[in-house]
């Protein structure tokens, strides 16, 4: 398989790329003064973590240009849909039916519903083997969500599972507006021309890496693990900042009484 940086090069001698790639900037040569600025593309062929194979720098340029950044750039990981799904939307799908998918368990154990939930649990957790089960058995789907074994879900696991406790898995359009409506997660302009199948980022799980561990040139691809291969465009570039700070800024308020339904009847009054 071609090195990434192999693949923006014949990307960018080809006919399709030669007239760019929408939403993204793409450096034709590199000048001896280049340097990394937010909104840079790098991609790390040699990790195997989907959250940590391609990111885009968020650092921002005036901390970049006046070196406040103690040699250390912030990305946000950009990733595809599957991983979405399976580390995220789906997990939080069966948190909601938790109690569905423990009952499913007791039952399949022989564990007595009538105990306390923490007693089933226990028991539980004595009694089965996940191990010993096929890795698509829902057993072992339902065993490794309820004790936090794994932090991911596969699509068809999850499928499997939901069908298994008798609630139908959640459908493919609602998947779909939740990726496009969720405050932390921003649909991407297509890299397939430069070898990216990933086009979300998501902000959540930011990550540092040091500066001389991304290279900007052919030269430095060999010694360092990542490489830049081009700049998300404006304004794709500044609704990704917008959005981190509104992640990371956003006040959570508790849940109390309001007088909201009485305030509403009162402004409508008899019919």
């Not at 997660?185 to 540092?208: C, D, E, F, N, T």
Request: aromatic residues 6%; charged residues 30%.
């Amino acid at each position: 398989m071609p090195h990434s940086g192999m693949v923006v090069e014949q990307a960018l001698v080809s006919s399709n790329v030669q007239g760019g790639v929408p939403g993204w900037l793409l450096d034709t040569a590199v000048g001896p003064d280049a340097k990394l600025r937010q909104g840079d593309l790098i991609v790390f062929e040699g990790s195997e973590n989907p959250l940590r194979k391609v990111g885009i720098i968020v650092t921002a340029d005036c901390d970049l240009e006046q070196r406040k950044h103690a040699r250390l750039v912030t990305l946000v990981p950009v990733v595809d849909a599957r991983t979405i799904l399976e580390r995220y939307l789906l997990l939080e799908d069966c948190e909601r039916k938790r109690e569905p998918i423990e009952s499913y368990l007791f039952k399949a154990y022989s564990i007595d519903l009538r105990q306390e939930r923490a007693t089933k649990l226990t028991i539980l957790r004595q009694t089965c083997a996940p191990s010993d089960l096929d890795g698509k058995d829902s057993r072992k789907v339902a065993v490794d969500f309820v004790f936090g074994s794994s932090d991911f879900i596969a699509v068809d696991g999850y499928a499997k599972l939901m069908r298994d406790i008798g609630s139908g898995p959640k459908g493919k359009n609602a998947l779909r507006d939740q990726i496009r409506s969720r405050g932390d997660l921003l649909m991407l302009p297509s890299i397939k021309k430069l070898g990216v199948a990933g086009h979300i980022a998501w902000l959540r799980h930011i990550w540092q890496v040091g500066l001389d561990d991304i290279a900007l040139r052919t030269s430095e691809v060999s010694t360092r693990p990542g490489e830049r291969l081009g700049r998300l465009d404006s304004p794709f570039r500044y609704r990704l900042t917008q959005l981190m700070a509104q992640v990371f800024s956003d006040i959570g308020l508790p849940n109390i009484p309001d007088e909201m339904d009485e305030a509403i009847e009162e402004a409508y009054g008899e019919p």
